[in-house]
């Protein structure tokens, strides 16, 4: 083993040193990878030193999703101490289903809940679970919220017509999420969305009441905390009054901007969240853990072993079911995904996780200030959002995200909303400095002015984001 970490620390120093001065990998086409990697998978092993050499060449060509080039997606960076915790929990190799099998681990789990628990200020009744994604945590809400309103759906099926509600600018885990749970991609209600990209709670009450007029059992709203594109938080508070008003489960997406809970200045955009059933957030985003650690707290945690409890005498054979954890799991076996977040969190205390979100912000409103103050630019989105839209001199945003990731300049992408395509510029990565947000609109404009004409030829279309 001793040999393996040696080897880890030596491709780890190659990599960070290689990443100071290329902060984008090589380009790849995806018809060309085959050959211009070994990536074979032959009879006969190889010898340690081309086996290091093949572990190298490879981690080089790979896309750098820590360096300040990186905004496509909605995550980045490299948090240390998240890091640290994710090496020790991939050592330790733990699955986390029993107290026996994890001890200690899950002690760690259930402090991150409760932590969390508390700050939601949810009580003693609330509960939580870790789950491989946000899609996941919202599939985990959907049936939580389908069993809700029947509890003989988890041994009959679903035999009635149901319906869930959220907004056209939601996740699309919520379709499929319809599918998987037996309720049906068709009777997803798509509710409409103000100027800003807020679903509109109006919609919504018609929506459900013209429902149940028809014969459907409405069982789920999902709103969300961030949304996808636009980064707009749904209004929890009027939302769930019509969720109160016909008894629906509430579900808030927040898996990417559900981390405002722990900052004061923007915890208000998630106000009226005691109302809510369940709640989710990622902290692979915002909080920038390595991915994936995702999150949802259920105000009552008994619908969690109503919905995923199971007996299993081959594996809950000691302790209190308050420590086996896959009494309230989607899964069986399943990794220690609280470590990361526990470990940094023990580091920089819950003011760290504060300092970090508004960090985020505080990017966001340099990126804003800078696009409205350049005539040069379009600007799409809000402020309250760390999603920053734009356009620069009307160059199509498929072609300019595009060019910018085969010429190995920045990796950014691209959204629409209402009619408009636009760059979805993200200040997610934390650990970003306000002068590397004003050097992504040096590199994008040098870019752009050097290769205007090329990229106003012709439109294309590119690659959609997550
Ligand atoms: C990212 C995201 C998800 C999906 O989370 P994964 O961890 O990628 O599965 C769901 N909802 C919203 C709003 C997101 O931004």
Not at 181 to 189: E, F, L, M, Q
Not at 368 to 389: A, E, G, L, M, Q
Request: hydrophobic share 40%.
């Amino acid at each position: 083993m001793e040999k393996a970490l040696a080897d880890f620390q030596s491709l780890a120093k190659q990599l960070l040193a290689d990443e100071k001065v290329n902060p984008m990998a090589e380009f790849i086409p995806a018809e060309e990878l085959f050959d211009r990697l070994d990536l074979s998978l032959n009879e006969e092993g190889i010898d340690d030193e081309t086996h290091l050499e093949k572990l190298k060449e490879l981690i080089i060509a790979t896309p750098r999703t820590a360096t300040n080039a990186f905004f496509n997606q909605l995550y980045g960076g490299r948090n240390e101490k998240a890091v640290l915790g994710e090496l020790l929990a991939v050592l330790l190799n733990n699955s986390m289903y029993t107290y026996k099998a994890a001890g200690p681990q899950i002690g760690v789990e259930k402090a991150v809940i409760q932590k969390v628990v508390d700050i939601i200020g949810w009580g003693e009744n609330a509960g939580g679970a870790f789950a491989t994604g946000g899609s996941m945590t919202n599939f985990m809400s959907m049936l939580m919220a389908r069993d809700a309103a029947n509890g003989k759906i988890r041994f009959q099926g679903v035999q009635q017509k149901m319906t869930v509600y959220t907004s056209i600018e939601s996740h699309y885990s919520i379709p499929k999420n319809a599918s998987f749970s037996g309720i049906g991609r068709d009777n997803v209600r798509y509710i409409p969305v103000n100027k800003v990209g807020e679903m509109n709670p109006e919609d919504l009450d018609k929506a459900i009441a013209k429902d149940i007029n028809d014969g459907f059992t409405p069982v789920l709203v999902n709103a969300t905390a961030g949304t996808t594109v636009l980064g707009a938080f749904d209004n929890v508070e009027q939302i769930s009054a019509v969720c109160q008003k016909y008894n629906v489960w509430m579900h808030v997406d927040g898996a990417y901007c559900g981390s405002v809970i722990f900052s004061e200045k923007y915890k208000h955009f998630l106000k009226g969240l005691e109302h809510v059933n369940s709640f989710s957030f990622n902290a692979h985003k915002m909080i920038g853990t390595p991915l994936t650690c995702s999150m949802i707290f259920v105000k009552d945690k008994k619908h969690l072993r109503d919905s995923f409890a199971n007996e299993a005498e081959y594996l809950f054979q000691t302790d209190e079911d308050e420590f086996n954890l896959g009494k309230t799991s989607l899964q069986c076996g399943r990794r220690n995904d609280a470590l990361k977040f526990w470990t940094f969190w023990k580091s920089v205390g819950t003011k760290g996780l504060e300092k970090l979100v508004d960090h985020q912000f505080a990017l966001a409103d340099t990126a804003r200030d800078y696009i409205k103050n350049h005539p040069d630019y379009t600007f799409y989105s809000f402020d309250d959002s760390i999603s920053v839209c734009f356009n620069y001199k009307k160059v199509s945003p498929q072609k300019l995200c595009t060019a910018l990731y085969e010429k190995e300049k920045l990796m950014v992408s691209h959204g629409t909303f209402q009619e408009n395509d636009f760059v979805r510029f993200v200040t997610i990565n934390g650990q970003n400095k306000h002068e590397d947000i004003l050097a992504f609109f040096k590199t994008l404009e040098a870019f752009v002015d050097e290769n205007y004409n090329e990229l106003v030829a012709s439109k294309s279309i590119g690659e959609t984001c997550e």
